[in-house]
């Protein structure tokens, strides 16, 4: 019966330099919700035979993200390589939001708090579209997957 879903995923540590309270609240939040709820579908492990669930490892290599995709038992199937340019300006946009936002949290009112939040979400949208156009014919997913998965990327480029 096929199971098109992430049933596990993991950050390549060693890419991860640094990371504060705020972000690693940020990838434990994006990895339960990803686990709890996604459509990952590689097509052409799945026209092979692999019908999931699949366990998904990413890391950056080269500056290209390396999404190593493996069925539920751990058995490598296959490695899908993205290059990450694109992404550039939309992750360095969403740091910066991001800082503005958690320090709002601590001193804003809530309406400042409620502008910088619309904005943040803006920007995690279109960087989430832009995944999905990245993943197309590669992988089937949906544009929650997809964002939790570019929350992910961004912990992936933290330099510190």
Same mark, same amino acid.
């Given at each position: 019966m096929?199971?098109?879903?992430?049933?596990?995923?993991?950050?390549?540590?060693? *890419?991860?330099?640094?990371?504060?309270?705020?972000?690693?609240?940020?990838?434990?939040?994006?990895?339960?919700?990803?686990?709890?709820?996604n459509?990952?579908?590689?097509?052409?492990?799945?026209?092979?035979?692999?019908?999931?669930?699949?366990?998904?490892?990413?890391?950056?290599?080269?500056?290209?993200?390396?999404?190593?995709?493996?069925?539920?038992?751990?058995?490598?199937?296959? *490695?899908?390589?993205?290059?990450?340019?694109?992404?550039?300006?939309?992750?360095?946009?969403?740091?910066?939001?991001?800082?503005?936002?958690?320090?709002?949290?601590?001193?804003?009112?809530?309406?400042?708090?409620? *502008?910088?939040?619309?904005?943040?979400?803006?920007?995690?949208?279109?960087?989430?579209?832009?995944?999905?156009?990245?993943l197309?014919?590669?992988?089937?997913?949906?544009?929650? *997957?997809?964002?939790?998965?570019?929350?992910?990327?961004?912990?992936?480029?933290?330099?510190?």
């Amino acid at each position: 019966m096929a199971d098109p879903r992430i049933s596990h995923i993991e950050l390549d540590e060693a *890419t991860i330099l640094w990371r504060n309270a705020d972000i690693e609240q940020e990838r434990r939040i994006a990895i339960f919700d990803l686990i709890e709820d996604n459509v990952f579908k590689p097509v052409r492990a799945f026209d092979a035979g692999f019908a999931g669930p699949y366990r998904l490892r990413l890391s950056v290599r080269d500056g290209r993200l390396s999404l190593d995709i493996a069925d539920d038992a751990a058995v490598p199937i296959e *490695t899908m390589v993205l290059g990450l340019a694109r992404f550039r300006r939309p992750v360095r946009e969403y740091f910066a939001i991001c800082e503005s936002y958690y320090q709002a949290i601590r001193k804003a009112s809530t309406q400042e708090i409620e *502008t910088i939040d619309m904005a943040r979400r803006a920007i995690h949208n279109n960087a989430a579209e832009l995944l999905l156009e990245r993943l197309e014919g590669k992988v089937e997913t949906d544009f929650p *997957t997809a964002r939790r998965l570019f929350t992910l990327i961004c912990v992936l480029h933290i330099r510190g």
